[in-house]
């Protein structure tokens, strides 16, 4: 399966194939999440925004095409909890889920999320997912409203519209001057 098959089915089925595929295919590239944080949150720790850009980053990775962290889907997540777009139970649950995934990092691995290998944030990612939307998905789990965050706010973005999505501009072109053959063939209606 290729990285867009794999966005193309998370857009569709918001289960477990956007992270087994994307998370494996940042693996398999050896695709590194910068330690600096680039941006300056707003409603996040700076802590909080390593933690986050490290997490998107596993969820859609750069590979050959742009991944979340260029599409700047953290910034976006972070926008949403800084200006009160998402739900406050939501934003509630992930601000949770963000300190138990360095509680959990620091129970296992006695470092932050942000700091642990890709193979470690991987394999903690699978059991959020597991924990998510597996068999016996726990309902209202952080990492469904994270990982949902993620692929709505790269699809959404520029990049994530024009290079992994079909992207038709809108209203498109305007050709005043051709035959009613080249428009279709047919009169519109009004």
């Known amino acids: 399966m290729t990285r ?6 998370g857009a569709l089925y918001i289960g477990g194939t956007v992270i087994s595929a994307s998370l494996a295919s940042s693996i398999l590239s050896g695709c590194k999440a910068d330690p600096k944080l680039l941006w300056e949150p707003e409603a996040l720790s700076v802590e909080q925004g390593n933690l986050l850009t490290k997490a998107v980053d596993l969820i859609l990775p750069t590979t050959d095409t742009p991944g979340a962290v260029d599409a700047a889907v953290p910034q976006m997540i972070d926008q949403f909890l800084a200006k009160g777009i998402m739900k406050q ?7 949770k889920g963000l300190e138990q995934m360095d509680k959990d990092a620091q129970a296992k691995h006695s470092k932050n999320f942000a700091d642990l290998s890709d193979e470690d944030a991987f394999a903690m990612l699978q059991a959020y997912d597991e924990a998510a939307h597996g068999e ?6 952080f990492f469904g409203g994270l990982k949902y965050l993620a692929v709505f706010g790269f699809g959404t973005s ?7 999505l079909a992207y038709d501009q809108i209203p498109g072109n305007y050709d005043g001057c051709i035959s009613l053959e080249e428009a279709g063939g047919v009169t519109w209606a009004m």
Request: proline letters at 0%; glycine letters at 4%.
């Open 4 to 9: 867009r098959d794999a966005i193309r089915q």
């Open 136 to 141: 016996n998905a726990e309902k209202d789990h």
């Open 89 to 95: 139970e939501d934003s509630d649950r992930l601000l």
């Open 158 to 164: 520029e990049l994530g519209a024009t290079q992994h």
